[in-house]
């Protein structure tokens, strides 16, 4: 089944957006999920089929390396398994919802399902280390599998038994009705509540549960190029699922500190750089702040408030792609205020006007009434 063609497998074209594609797989979903056709053996192969292709062809990366390489650009993948029991960055919850309003519906489809013990943490970084990467540590609390019984739960010296009510299999079916119909669902074991053993004899260091809250330190790597909600996964990094189920996943959630120079608009920084207004009619050669350090920027004669000048490569690293974006430089000419000028700068500055045969008249500041009492005041 997994040697078809993903486009194939969904019915939609190579060059369907991520809006067809996710409409061909909830249709097919609801076609071929197995609680819709009471355990029917090829629909659960065609539902796990349909599954990995969405699964891949609506991950940019995935997709990209997909339309590549074919299944060999996938292979190696941590998250990724062509016969359907990889590890999937992939939950049914848009499915779900479609079948039951959004109800909060469990099928208790795969074995042992327990609830989901993923959690998040989130890091702080710099304006340039969001543009370079950078590697940053997490401290958690988080639960890790008690190495005085392995993580069964069980006192040291016992097994835990397997569920008289469920065989081991940790769910049960029950009949249903829906607006499908009658349907066979599955529903976590309440005598086990889904484990499929029984603990007699709890671990005295755990209490049955197969795990311990501990101090982690995890190294996380950061990539270039994320910004202020960028959300990262470490796929089973988070907590150890009780009495040897699956670890969780931890989310990493990035916030990107207030940069005092520059403002970031996708891959490019914008910066402002003031200049006398001397320097604008003249030109000069003024240094800029740059991630990288410095750049000397030439700014020629006549350069007037609101031109831009471009430093081409020292912006942001892009999230999917090569290089980087560029800095931007807004010029700001600064007015100086006549009250700051002494009278010889003000006579010079009026010879200099006559010169160009321009009159100027020395205008007495008003202040409004606001103003008055404000500084009557102070």
Do not use: W
Request: aromatic residues 8%; charged residues 25%; glycine residues 12%.
């Amino acid at each position: 089944m997994m040697d078809k063609d993903f486009y194939e497998l969904l019915g939609v074209a190579r060059s369907a957006d991520p809006t067809e594609i996710k409409k061909a797989y909830r249709n097919l979903a609801r076609k071929y999920h197995p609680d819709a056709n009471g355990g029917d053996p090829e629909s659960e192969e065609m539902f796990k089929a349909i599954s990995v292709a969405y699964e891949v062809l609506s991950d940019p990366e995935k997709k990209a390396r997909y339309d590549q390489f074919g299944l060999d650009g996938l292979r190696g993948d941590a998250g990724f398994n062509s016969q359907g029991g990889g590890s999937f960055d992939f939950n049914l919850s848009d499915l779900f919802e479609s079948f039951f309003g959004g109800q909060g519906f469990n099928s208790g489809f795969s074995q042992n399902n327990q609830s989901s013990n993923d959690v998040q943490a989130q890091v702080e970084i710099t304006l340039a280390e969001a543009a370079f990467g950078v590697t940053k540590s997490v401290d958690l609390k988080l639960n890790r599998t008690c190495n005085t019984c392995s993580g069964s739960g069980a006192k040291v010296g016992t097994n835990p038994k397997t569920c008289e009510v469920c065989s081991g299999a940790g769910i049960v079916q029950e009949l249903r009705q829906s607006f499908f119909g009658q349907m066979m669902v599955q529903t976590p074991c309440s005598n086990c509540s889904g484990f499929g053993t029984i603990i007699e004899q709890a671990c005295d260091s755990c209490s049955g549960s197969g795990v311990l809250a501990q101090d982690i330190t995890l190294e996380v790597n950061i990539p270039a190029g994320v910004e202020t909600g960028s959300r990262l996964r470490l796929s089973g990094q988070g907590p150890a699922g009780l009495r040897g189920m699956p670890p969780g996943d931890l989310y990493v959630s990035i916030f990107v500190e207030v940069d005092e120079n520059f403002e970031r608009h996708g891959d490019d920084l914008v910066g402002v750089q003031n200049i006398s207004f001397l320097s604008a009619i003249f030109g000069v050669n003024v240094p800029v702040k740059t991630l990288d350090g410095s750049e000397i920027l030439h700014v020629p004669p006549g350069s007037k408030t609101g031109d831009v000048f471009k430093l081409h490569g020292q912006g942001m690293g892009r999230l999917r792609g090569r290089g980087r974006g560029d800095i931007l430089i807004y010029i700001n000419v600064e007015i100086p205020s006549v009250k700051k000028l002494t009278e010889e700068q003000k006579d010079l500055l009026k010879q200099f006007a006559k010169s160009t045969g321009e009159e100027v008249e020395e205008i007495e500041e008003h202040h409004s009434l606001f103003e008055k009492v404000k500084r009557a005041f102070s």
